[in-house]
């Protein structure tokens, strides 16, 4: 492979910037600036092709196979100006034998190296992206190999299946022993169980990573722009007594509980014969219907007929100036704000509440193919009519399956989707 670098830190002035070298020639490479490259790590001055010291910084030296990539690394913590940096990447780019890195290929050669598995990788890009604690812990799960480690034993036991199935077509001739079906019914339905289990939990594991949606719906002029600046803690949307202010889907994206919630103001909802309002209104309904939870602000709770979600919340607005019973909220001063903070949180939390380790819709199609072939096979199993051999196709198809979530077959398709959201030095 060609020797690659990049600057594996944001751009821009810092303490510290890491230039990382990945490759066959990483560490003659590494000597053309510092000279002598230590055995682990040393403290180096670096320079140019002239002779002119760029700068001081920590070299450290990772040999083939006890590195990130799985090759042979050296990482130069520099001072982090971006001057010193550009220096540094100009005189690695002039070397004939190197090359600027694309985007994701560091970790990219991780996996092609045996370093990590796709939905390592997975985990990964999610860590970089987390915002929120919830995202870090669910990526981290990932990123540990936790994901990999399921499938692997969900592997194992169908290859226990099929290997059991085909030693009776192996010894079709003569008498086997033992009737293998009822174990290769029991593997079956217990990963079976196992996989819709954690299919199940994809959804809201996804919703965890890319966020939630809560929408502020009601009447115009009942304080939804008032309540959306104060979760947000700064003024974001137009506050007016005028009703119909609002005409558009304003978003705020904040951190409830350690989840990621995009919060939503939305128009009015009323009759009007404003076409510009008329079309804030649909799209207010638009919105909130595909939100995952409305909070439906009103004036007065009593007698209210609204459509309500099992995740939905009536919270009575302008309580300094309106007394009611249930839960009220002032966003003017702030009465109530807590609660409906802690009681929103409670909802999310509860819907994440099933979530498992497999965290993408790539996870859940594989697992439910794989579970597909497995019905497919104890179908088969029924009919006596049915030959062994392509119930035991169907099972390896069913371990095929089970080996694309991790990238051990059928997953080119994805890799180059997958490594685009990296950064250059990552």
């Given at each position: ?47 140019d ?36 940096v ?10 004939p034998?190197?090359?600027?890195a ?61 290997a ?5 077509i ?96 939305t ?19 638009e ?5 995952d ?39 003017k ?63 390896r ?6 080996d ?23």
């Amino acid at each position: 492979m060609d020797t690659i670098f990049a600057l594996a830190t944001a751009q821009g002035r810092a303490g510290v910037a890491v230039v990382r070298i990945s490759g066959p020639m990483a560490v003659s490479s590494a000597a053309l600036l510092c000279r002598d490259v230590p055995k682990m790590r040393g403290l180096r001055r670096l320079y140019d092709a002239e002779g002119e010291m760029l700068d001081e910084a920590l070299v450290l030296r990772f040999d083939a196979g006890k590195s990130f990539t799985g090759e042979a690394v050296v990482e130069l913590q520099l001072h982090g100006s971006p001057a010193v940096v550009s220096a540094i990447l100009c005189v690695l780019g002039n070397h004939p034998e190197l090359r600027q890195a694309e985007a994701g290929e560091f970790t990219r050669r991780a996996l092609e190296n045996g370093c990590l598995d796709l939905a390592e990788v997975e985990g990964l890009a999610d860590l970089i992206d987390a915002e929120t604690e919830g995202q870090r812990k669910q990526a981290v799960r990932v990123f540990s190999g936790a994901l990999g480690v399921l499938a692997d034993g969900w592997r194992t036991r169908l290859i226990r299946a099929a290997a059991l199935l085909e030693a009776t077509i192996d010894f079709a001739d003569e008498d086997v022993p033992v009737d293998v079906t009822p174990e290769v019914r029991d593997l079956l339905r217990g990963v079976a169980l196992e996989m819709q289990r954690e299919a199940d939990g994809v959804r809201a594991a996804e919703r965890v990573r890319d966020g939630f949606e809560v929408a502020i719906i009601g009447a115009p002029n009942v304080g939804k722009s008032t309540l959306l600046n104060k979760l947000a803690g700064r003024d974001v949307a137009i506050t007016s007594e005028i009703a119909g202010t609002t005409r558009d889907v304003i978003e705020v994206r904040m951190d409830l509980g350690g989840l990621p919630v995009t919060l939503l103001d939305t128009a009015g909802l009323r009759e009007t014969d404003d076409t510009v309002e008329g079309l804030g209104v649909a799209r207010a309904k638009e919105r909130a219907a595909r939100a995952d939870l409305r909070i439906h602000l009103v004036l007065d709770v009593n007698g209210v007929s609204l459509n309500l979600g099992p995740d939905d919340l009536i919270v009575q607005g302008k309580a300094d100036i309106a007394q009611g019973g249930g839960l009220a909220i002032s966003g003017k001063t702030g009465a109530g704000i807590d609660a409906l903070i802690s009681e929103v949180s409670e909802r999310l939390s509860h819907k994440v509440g099933n979530i498992g380790i497999a965290m993408r819709e790539r996870h859940r199609t594989a697992m439910m193919r794989a579970i597909d072939y497995m019905d497919d096979a104890q179908r088969a199993m029924d009919d006596e009519m049915a030959m062994t051999d392509l119930i035991a196709e169907d099972l390896r198809s069913a371990i095929r399956a089970v080996d694309s979530i991790v990238g051990r077959v059928d997953v080119e398709q994805v890799l180059d989707e997958i490594f685009s959201s990296f950064c250059i030095g990552k």
